[in-house]
C-alpha cells in the first residue's frame, strides 16, 4: 500500500471551491422553484455538493496509481468514482436535506418531474465539477514533470562534462606543470599549449554531431602528449593517419575513451609501461567489397580479463572498471550515427596486450 | 635533525619535485632511494630501513596503501622502529577529507612548501620522541619498543584507513544497510549464484579476485576487498589482515606460532588465517 500525504491546503481550497459552486447551483434552483426558497434550496445543494465532492476527493487516494500525474484514478475507476460520488452525495445529502428542511418527507424517491430535474443538475453539476478539478490537477503535474525532466537533463549534461574534463586528469596534469616551471620553462609552456587545446576541444566536442577525423587525432596527440609528461618513459605512443582519411567525418570523442582505456587499465597498472599505437586505415576490410575506415587502438598493456574470469564487479561510483562508461558511450554513439553498419570490438593480442576496433563502412562516413 | 628517506612516486617529475621540496625545507634529510611503484617500494624500504617514507597513494603494480599494510607485516620491529608513514595524494577530496578528520599528515600533489613544511615539522617532532623514548635510562628493551611500537601500529592504523577512504568512501553510501546476498558467478560466467552473507566465514584478496567461502563452499567475485568491506556490517566482519576480511564471531581461536605470528583458525573451516600486525589489537587478551 503505497503511503500517501494529503496536502490539506489543497483540500481546502477545493471544498470552498465546492462551496461557491453550491452557492450558485442553489440560486439556479430558485430561479427554476422559487417558491422552495434560496435558504432550503442552499441547505440542499451544500449538503449533496459537501457529499459528492467528499466521496471523490476522499476516494480518489486510495485507488489511484502511485506514478499518477494528477492524483486521479485511471479510467473507469475514475468515472465509477464519479458516478458514484454523484450517487451518495445525491442520495444522502438529499435525504439529509429532508430530514432538516423537509421534516423528514422524502424527496428522494418521488418520481416527479421536479426530482428529475434535482437529479439532473446534481450530475450535471457532479460531472463539470469533477472535470474541472481533475484538469487542474493534471495540468500542474505534467508542469512537474516537465520540470523535473528538465533538471535531469541538465544534471546529466553536467556530469558527462565532469567525466570529459577529468578532475584527477587535469589536477595531475597541472601538477606537473607547475614542477615543469621551474625545471623546464619552454618544456612548461609546450605543456600549457597542449592542455589548452585539450580543453578547448573537450568543451566544445561535447556538442558537435561530427567532426573531420583530424581534429579528433590531434585531440588524441595532445591528450598522449600530457600523460606522456606524466608517465615518462612507461607510455610511448604512435599516431597513424594517411592523408586521405584526413577529412571524413566521424563523430566526436570516439577515439578518446578508448585510448582513456588502453593507457588506464592496460599501461598504467603495468609496471614498466607499454606502448599504445592509434591507427586510421581505408581499404576494403572483412572481405566486403564496400570501402570502410577502420580505427584501431592497440596498446601492450595488461590485457582484458581472462574469458572464464568470474563477471565483473558493478561499479561504483567514480570507478572506471573496463568496459564501464567510455566503452558503452563509444558503442551508443556508433549506433546512433551508423546504426547496426559500424561495429566495435575489444580483442586481446598475440602478443599481450589490447586491440580495439572500429569499423565504420565509409559511405557514411 | 638528520634521518633518512623512501619517496614513492610513479610521475617522474613529482618524484623530482617532491626531492626538491624537500632538500629545500630539510637538508639533513637523506633520501634513500626513490621508486616508482609499491614493490619495488617494500623491497628498497625493507633493504635500506628508512625513517620516513613519502608514500604515493596510486602506483602500478601495487600501490601505496598495499605497500605500507605488506611492510607493517615485514618489517623487522627489532633491527629498527616503524618509520613515519606519510601518503602523497593527488585530487581526491576524499582522501583530503579523511585525512583532515583524522588530522593526519599528507603532501599533497603538487607539493606546496608551506603544507609539507607542517608535515616535516610533525615527522620531525615523532622522530625526536622516538630518540628521547630510546635513549631514556628507564627504556627497557621489551616493555618500551612494544609500546612505541603499539603506538606506531596505531598509527599507521589510522593513516591507512584514512588513505583507504579513497576507494571505500565511494562504494557504500551513507547509512545505506549492509550487504545480504554476494552475486557471484561461477566459471561459465552463466550462472549467478546468491550467496548470503550470513553464510560467509571470511573472504580473502587473491590477485585480480576475492575468495567468498562458506563452510562448503568456495566462489570468486571480483569486487576488490576495499570496495567491499564498506558494504558489510562492521561488527559482524572484521579485516585482519591486507588481504582477509573474517566473519568475528566464527573465530575460534586466535595463536601465535614460534616466529611470533598472529593467526586464527574460523569455526568450520581447517584453514589458518594469518593475522597482520596491524590487526593484532584486535586480540589482546581482556
Same mark, same amino acid.
Given at each position: 500500500?503505497?503511503?500517501?500525504?494529503?496536502?490539506?491546503?489543497?483540500?481546502?481550497?477545493?471544498?470552498?471551491?465546492?462551496?461557491?459552486?453550491?452557492?450558485?447551483?442553489?440560486?439556479?434552483?430558485?430561479?427554476?422553484?422559487?417558491?422552495?426558497?434560496?435558504?432550503?434550496?442552499?441547505?440542499?445543494?451544500?449538503?449533496?455538493?459537501?457529499?459528492?465532492?467528499?466521496?471523490?476527493?476522499?476516494?480518489?487516494?486510495?485507488?489511484?496509481?502511485?506514478?499518477?500525474?494528477?492524483?486521479?484514478?485511471?479510467?473507469?475507476?475514475?468515472?465509477?468514482?464519479?458516478?458514484?460520488?454523484?450517487?451518495?452525495?445525491?442520495?444522502?445529502?438529499?435525504?439529509?436535506?429532508?430530514?432538516?428542511?423537509?421534516?423528514?418527507?422524502?424527496?428522494?424517491?418521488?418520481?416527479?418531474?421536479?426530482?428529475?430535474?434535482?437529479?439532473?443538475?446534481?450530475?450535471?453539476?457532479?460531472?463539470?465539477?469533477?472535470?474541472?478539478? *481533475?484538469?487542474?490537477?493534471?495540468?500542474?503535474?505534467?508542469?512537474?514533470?516537465?520540470?523535473?525532466?528538465?533538471?535531469?537533463?541538465?544534471?546529466?549534461?553536467?556530469?558527462?562534462?565532469?567525466?570529459?574534463?577529468?578532475?584527477?586528469?587535469?589536477?595531475?596534469?597541472?601538477?606537473?606543470?607547475?614542477?615543469?616551471?621551474?625545471?623546464?620553462?619552454?618544456?612548461?609552456?609546450?605543456?600549457?599549449?597542449?592542455?589548452?587545446? *585539450?580543453?578547448?576541444?573537450?568543451?566544445?566536442?561535447?556538442?558537435?554531431?561530427?567532426?573531420?577525423?583530424?581534429?579528433?587525432?590531434?585531440?588524441?596527440?595532445?591528450?598522449?602528449?600530457?600523460?606522456?609528461?606524466?608517465?615518462?618513459?612507461?607510455?610511448?605512443?604512435?599516431?597513424?593517419?594517411?592523408?586521405?582519411?584526413?577529412?571524413?567525418?566521424?563523430?566526436?570523442?570516439?577515439?578518446?575513451?578508448?585510448?582513456?582505456?588502453?593507457?588506464?587499465?592496460?599501461?598504467?597498472?603495468?609496471?614498466?609501461?607499454?606502448?599504445?599505437?592509434?591507427?586510421?586505415?581505408?581499404?576494403?576490410?572483412?572481405?566486403?567489397?564496400?570501402?570502410?575506415?577502420?580505427?584501431?587502438?592497440?596498446?601492450?598493456?595488461?590485457?582484458?580479463?581472462?574469458?572464464?574470469?568470474?563477471?565483473?564487479?558493478?561499479?561504483?561510483?567514480?570507478?572506471?572498471?573496463?568496459?564501464?562508461?567510455?566503452?558503452?558511450?563509444?558503442?551508443?554513439?556508433?549506433?546512433?550515427?551508423?546504426?547496426?553498419?559500424?561495429?566495435?570490438?575489444?580483442?586481446?593480442?598475440?602478443?599481450?596486450?589490447?586491440?580495439?576496433?572500429?569499423?565504420?563502412?565509409?559511405?557514411?562516413? | 635533525?638528520?634521518?633518512?628517506?623512501?619517496?614513492?612516486?610513479?610521475?617522474?617529475?613529482?618524484?623530482?619535485?617532491?626531492?626538491?621540496?624537500?632538500?629545500?625545507?630539510?637538508?639533513?634529510?637523506?633520501?634513500?632511494?626513490?621508486?616508482?611503484?609499491?614493490?619495488?617500494?617494500?623491497?628498497?624500504?625493507?633493504?635500506?630501513?628508512?625513517?620516513?617514507?613519502?608514500?604515493?597513494?596510486?602506483?602500478?603494480?601495487?600501490?601505496?596503501?598495499?605497500?605500507?599494510?605488506?611492510?607493517?607485516?615485514?618489517?623487522?620491529?627489532?633491527?629498527?622502529?616503524?618509520?613515519?608513514?606519510?601518503?602523497?595524494?593527488?585530487?581526491?577530496?576524499?582522501?583530503?577529507?579523511?585525512?583532515?578528520?583524522?588530522?593526519?599528515?599528507?603532501?599533497?600533489?603538487?607539493?606546496?612548501?608551506?603544507?609539507?613544511?607542517?608535515?616535516?615539522?610533525?615527522?620531525?617532532?615523532? %622522530?625526536?620522541?622516538?630518540?628521547?623514548?630510546?635513549?631514556?635510562?628507564?627504556?627497557?628493551?621489551?616493555?618500551?619498543?612494544?609500546?612505541?611500537?603499539? =603506538?606506531? %601500529?596505531?598509527?599507521?592504523?589510522?593513516?591507512?584507513?584514512?588513505?583507504?577512504?579513497?576507494?571505500?568512501?565511494?562504494?557504500?553510501?551513507?547509512?545505506?544497510?549492509? %550487504?545480504?546476498?554476494?552475486?557471484?558467478?561461477?566459471?561459465?560466467?552463466?550462472?549467478?549464484?546468491?550467496?548470503?552473507?550470513?553464510?560467509?566465514?571470511?573472504?580473502?584478496?587473491?590477485?585480480?579476485?576475492?575468495?567468498?567461502?562458506?563452510?562448503?563452499?568456495? =566462489?570468486?567475485?571480483?569486487?576488490?576487498?576495499?570496495?567491499? %568491506?564498506?558494504?558489510?556490517?562492521?561488527?559482524?566482519?572484521?579485516?585482519? =589482515?591486507?588481504?582477509?576480511?573474517?566473519?568475528?564471531?566464527?573465530?575460534?581461536?586466535?595463536?601465535?606460532?614460534?616466529?611470533?605470528?598472529?593467526?586464527?583458525?574460523?569455526?568450520?573451516?581447517?584453514?589458518?588465517?594469518?593475522?597482520?600486525?596491524?590487526?593484532?589489537?584486535?586480540?589482546?587478551?581482556?
Amino acid at each position: 500500500m503505497t503511503a500517501f500525504s494529503i496536502d490539506w491546503r489543497q483540500v481546502l481550497r477545493h471544498y470552498l471551491q465546492v462551496v461557491a459552486f453550491c452557492f450558485a447551483i442553489a440560486a439556479i434552483n430558485t430561479a427554476i422553484w422559487p417558491d422552495k426558497g434560496y435558504g432550503r434550496q442552499l441547505g440542499y445543494s451544500l449538503l449533496i455538493g459537501s457529499l459528492v465532492w467528499g466521496v471523490i476527493e476522499f476516494g480518489r487516494y486510495p485507488l489511484r496509481r502511485p506514478d499518477d500525474p494528477g492524483g486521479w484514478p485511471q479510467g473507469w475507476r475514475r468515472v465509477a468514482l464519479t458516478a458514484a460520488g454523484i450517487v451518495l452525495g445525491f442520495a444522502v445529502g438529499s435525504t439529509l436535506g429532508d430530514m432538516l428542511f423537509n421534516d423528514g418527507n422524502a424527496t428522494l424517491m418521488r418520481i416527479d418531474r421536479e426530482s428529475r430535474v434535482g437529479w439532473l443538475i446534481t450530475v450535471a453539476a457532479g460531472i463539470a465539477g469533477s472535470y474541472f478539478f *481533475y484538469s487542474r490537477g493534471h495540468r500542474a503535474a505534467l508542469a512537474a514533470r516537465v520540470s523535473a525532466a528538465e533538471r535531469d537533463a541538465s544534471e546529466a549534461r553536467l556530469k558527462l562534462l565532469e567525466s570529459q574534463l577529468e578532475p584527477h586528469m587535469l589536477f595531475n596534469t597541472l601538477a606537473n606543470l607547475r614542477v615543469l616551471i621551474g625545471l623546464d620553462p619552454a618544456r612548461a609552456v609546450a605543456m600549457l599549449d597542449r592542455l589548452d587545446n *585539450y580543453l578547448r576541444a573537450t568543451l566544445a566536442g561535447a556538442r558537435a554531431l561530427l567532426h573531420p577525423l583530424e581534429a579528433e587525432f590531434e585531440r588524441l596527440g595532445d591528450y598522449l602528449a600530457l600523460m606522456e609528461v606524466r608517465m615518462g618513459d612507461r607510455l610511448r605512443y604512435s599516431l597513424e593517419l594517411p592523408p586521405e582519411a584526413r577529412r571524413l567525418q566521424i563523430p566526436p570523442l570516439l577515439l578518446q575513451p578508448l585510448v582513456e582505456n588502453s593507457i588506464r587499465h592496460g599501461l598504467e597498472p603495468k609496471v614498466e609501461g607499454g606502448e599504445i599505437q592509434v591507427r586510421a586505415t581505408i581499404g576494403a576490410t572483412d572481405g566486403s567489397t564496400k570501402p570502410a575506415l577502420l580505427l584501431e587502438v592497440l596498446d601492450t598493456g595488461i590485457g582484458l580479463p581472462a574469458a572464464d574470469a568470474p563477471a565483473p564487479a558493478p561499479l561504483a561510483a567514480g570507478d572506471a572498471a573496463p568496459g564501464g562508461f567510455g566503452l558503452t558511450h563509444v558503442q551508443e554513439r556508433l549506433a546512433t550515427v551508423y546504426g547496426s553498419a559500424a561495429r566495435f570490438t575489444l580483442r586481446p593480442r598475440p602478443g599481450g596486450g589490447t586491440a580495439a576496433q572500429i569499423h565504420i563502412p565509409l559511405e557514411n562516413a | 635533525m638528520n634521518a633518512t628517506a623512501l619517496i614513492a612516486e610513479d610521475e617522474p617529475l613529482l618524484a623530482q619535485a617532491l626531492r626538491m621540496e624537500l632538500q629545500a625545507a630539510w637538508p639533513d634529510l637523506q633520501v634513500l632511494a626513490t621508486v616508482a611503484d609499491g614493490h619495488s617500494a617494500v623491497r628498497e624500504a625493507l633493504a635500506r630501513l628508512p625513517q620516513v617514507l613519502f608514500l604515493d597513494i596510486r602506483m602500478p603494480g601495487l600501490d601505496g596503501l598495499g605497500a605500507a599494510m605488506e611492510l607493517a607485516d615485514r618489517w623487522p620491529v627489532d633491527e629498527a622502529p616503524m618509520p613515519q608513514l606519510v601518503f602523497v595524494t593527488a585530487y581526491d577530496e576524499y582522501a583530503v577529507r579523511a585525512f583532515e578528520a583524522q588530522a593526519i599528515d599528507y603532501v599533497r600533489k603538487p607539493v606546496q612548501p608551506e603544507r609539507l613544511r607542517k608535515t616535516i615539522a610533525r615527522v620531525q617532532q615523532a %622522530l625526536g620522541n622516538q630518540a628521547v623514548q630510546q635513549a631514556s635510562p628507564a627504556h627497557t628493551p621489551t616493555p618500551g619498543a612494544d609500546a612505541s611500537l603499539e =603506538h606506531m %601500529l596505531a598509527q599507521w592504523r589510522r593513516v591507512i584507513d584514512a588513505a583507504g577512504a579513497t576507494g571505500g568512501a565511494q562504494a557504500a553510501a551513507p547509512g545505506s544497510p549492509p %550487504l545480504k546476498f554476494i552475486a557471484a558467478s561461477d566459471a561459465g560466467g552463466q550462472t549467478v549464484r546468491m550467496v548470503p552473507v550470513a553464510d560467509v566465514l571470511y573472504f580473502e584478496a587473491a590477485d585480480k579476485y576475492v575468495r567468498v567461502l562458506t563452510a562448503t563452499q568456495e =566462489h570468486l567475485i571480483r569486487t576488490p576487498l576495499k570496495q567491499l %568491506l564498506p558494504q558489510l556490517d562492521p561488527q559482524a566482519f572484521w579485516q585482519v =589482515h591486507r588481504a582477509v576480511v573474517v566473519r568475528s564471531d566464527a573465530i575460534e581461536v586466535v595463536q601465535r606460532d614460534e616466529s611470533g605470528r598472529l593467526f586464527l583458525r574460523l569455526r568450520g573451516r581447517p584453514e589458518k588465517l594469518t593475522v597482520s600486525r596491524l590487526y593484532a589489537h584486535l586480540f589482546k587478551a581482556m
